[in-house]
């Protein structure tokens, strides 16, 4: 591809480009450019919201650029404020390095690992002395931070916001600098972020950053974005399974979207299909998304299973968890198999009628269940857990 190819293309799908002009400049310029893409690993999963901008990096990628992921180790000890009304709470080190170990492999299902760069920002931010910090704080002032929608928002209704939130947008600036980078990409929630980078650069003798921000997709719940905190996601690395029949809960009003931002079917197929048979269309897209992250026989268990589930049956090799033999009320069997989350969402989940235990509806969270023998556990429509004792 030409440049004026690339360019057109991330023009049709981007929300915005900072500026138009210097993003094609610096495509007709013929270098190899590098396009980096930050993710602070607040918790341990990507989903396919996270896909959006990946798969924009592997377009970028296939044009001969170079990407450059960066780990957000440090900034994620304090956590991104886009988006929050509150502070958020701090993570240690340890966890925010736990929690980005499994990255690079869920990054490269998607991107070319070999022609992928991931570092940490810990190697830069962590290394500046006091001395350092001031000078990156006498790049710019609390009245262009305080710009920012959720500081002002905050800032009006008297709400806290710590000096270390504030300091957020301007770390995240200085990753732009380490790596001096040509491109940065990011959901449309982290315009402000991108563009200080883009700031940020020429202070630092750079040639500014084009910055691309692409649209958020919307969770399962077809409100919120996608998140995992939500319950709302569909994870990249989840079972085929599981991927499937999350796939097939997409509100049909957003199921365009989600194959034009997440899939490699052209619009054209898929919109034909989804006037035809919008039903048709489900099993299409959960096909092409379990495909391309776990491969077509997946893809066919999958869709076997689903359609056994969806039958009243029982799939043939449930998920399984082992427990001590013992007495339990039910609702802590319930949540010692990790069926919930925690206790008071196991009762909840029970007394709603949402639980079956050997294929029998339990509304009785203290129901006393004597575990010995192997028992069948159904949360909701599709989720199955066979629980061995030992």
Known sequence: MNAQE????????????????????????????TVKLGADPSRPDLHLGH???????????????????????????????????????PLTFEQVRQNGKSYFDQVTKILEPEKTKIVYNSEWLGKMSFDDVLS????????????????????????SIGLHEMLYPLMQAYDSVAVSSDIEVGGSDQTFNLLMGRNIQKDYGQEPQAVLTFPLLPGLD???????????????????????????????????????LTSDIPPQKF??????????????YAKAIVTLYHGAEAAAQGEARYNAVAAGGTPQKPSEAVLPKGDYPLWKLVSDSGLAVSGSEARRLIKEGGLLMDNVRQNDPNLTVCASEPILLRRGKAKFLKLMFE
């Open 271 to 284: 919109e034909q299909i989804m006037q035809e048979d919008i039903r048709r269309a489900h099993f299409v």
């Open 6 to 33: 690339v360019f057109d293309i991330i023009r049709r799908d981007a929300i915005e480009i900072y500026s138009e002009d210097d993003f094609y400049k610096k495509l007709k310029s013929g270098k190899k450019l």
């Open 222 to 260: 077809g409100v919120e974005k996608m998140s995992k905190s939500l319950d709302n996601y569909i994870g990249i690395d989840e079972p085929p399974e599981v991927m499937f029949e999350k796939c097939m809960r997409v509100p049909d009003t957003l199921l365009g979207d989600y194959f034009r």
């Open 136 to 159: 990156l704080c006498g790049k710019t002032t609390v009245a262009r931070i305080l710009e920012r929608d959720d500081f002002a928002g905050r800032y009006a209704k008297n709400q």
């Open 51 to 89: 896909s959006v901008v990946l798969r924009k990096l592997r377009f970028l990628q296939e044009a001969g650029h170079d990407i450059v992921f960066i780990i957000g180790d440090f900034t994620g000890m304090i956590g991104d404020p886009s988006g929050k009304s509150k502070t958020r709470v």
